[in-house]
């Protein structure tokens, strides 16, 4: 079945670029997605992507698509302490599908 | 900016007893879903609602499973007999309308069943 892989832990200084990473393995998913969820919060939709662009960027957000090799990244630019939380990857095969999510990456940023 | 909202934020309930989630949707959207996440676990979709019916649900979402949308604004999730398991966050979230078809969160409700 349909299966979203993330690496579980990133640690980054203040200031640095964050690069999380995603992999997926169906090839029919025409949406990605990045949700960030804070200790104790919901899950925030940071940005997203179609199937058919290989890069989009919002302010300190570029999302990174290699369809190929069914990678995703998101890059989080001047890193801040704000931005701890974790950042769950998730795709879905139609525009209303249901969600497919990672476990999801703790990123941990140290002043 | 309109949101997702969830009753209660966390569910203290005893194994075989019947619990009801709600989840008031943002108001012009059109698709409803409940997730739930079990602690330290991804989060798995249970199933999604549009039109006043079920479009799609997992094999988590049985028979001891139930939605509703008894009214224009709420969305329900009804678990008949809680069994241990079932004690995770659960999740609902809406799309579609002129938002377009990201999906949209709750915060969330804690169900622990003991």
């Known amino acids: 079945g349909e299966d979203v892989e993330q690496s579980l832990f990133l640690s980054v200084r203040e200031g640095d670029s964050s690069v999380i990473n995603c992999t997926y393995t169906?090839?029919?998913?025409?949406?990605l997605y990045w949700y960030k969820q804070e200790p104790g919060a919901g899950l925030q939709l940071l940005t997203y992507i179609f199937s058919n662009m290989d890069m989009k960027q919002d302010q300190r957000l570029t999302v990174l698509l290699n369809k190929k090799d069914k990678h995703l990244s998101l890059r989080i630019a001047d890193t801040q302490t704000g931005d701890s939380a974790i950042y769950f990857c998730a795709e879905s095969e139609g525009s209303q599908g249901n969600l497919i999510f990672g476990k999801g990456t703790k990123l941990s940023v140290k002043p | 900016e309109p949101e997702v909202t969830q009753t209660p934020s966390h569910q203290v309930t005893q194994m075989g007893q019947e619990v009801i989630l709600r989840c008031v949707p943002i108001?012009?959207?059109?698709?409803f879903y409940w997730y739930r996440q079990i602690l330290g676990q991804k989060v798995e979709f249970l199933v999604s609602f549009y039109n006043n019916e079920i479009s799609e649900k997992s094999e988590i979402f049985d028979d001891q499973f139930s939605v509703e949308r008894p009214d224009g604004s709420n969305f329900t999730l009804k678990i008949r007999s809680t069994k241990l398991e079932d004690s995770a966050m659960y999740f609902c979230a809406s799309s579609g309308g002129t938002s377009g078809y990201e999906q949209y969160f709750g915060p969330g409700t804690r169900l622990t069943v003991t």
């Open positions: 169906d090839s029919s998913s025409t949406y």
């Open positions: 108001s012009n959207h059109l698709y």
